[in-house]
């Protein structure tokens, strides 16, 4: 029923990572405001697409 110990401790190993393969420098993950910067048309949608898209992930 449940997993055996082994079985569980080698998922673990598998997902197990260092801090250091997460660490990035903050200047890599600095974006601008430009970056970021979006106009309301980008994400204006109607609602019938809106509720297709919704539709596909439900």
Same mark, same amino acid.
């Given at each position: 029923?449940?997993?055996? &110990? &082994? *079985?569980?401790? !080698?998922?673990? $190993?598998?997902?197990? @990572?260092? #801090? ?6 903050? $200047? *890599? ?5 430009? *970056?970021?910067? @979006? ?7 109607? #609602? $019938?697409?809106? $509720? !297709? !898209? #919704?539709?596909?992930?439900?």
């Amino acid at each position: 029923m449940g997993r055996e &110990g &082994g *079985e569980a401790e !080698a998922l673990t $190993d598998q997902i197990d @990572v260092t #801090k250091d393969e997460f660490d990035v420098p903050r $200047d *890599e993950l600095d974006v601008t405001m430009d *970056e970021l910067d @979006v106009t309301r048309d980008e994400f204006d949608v109607s #609602k $019938d697409e809106f $509720d !297709a !898209a #919704k539709d596909e992930f439900v």
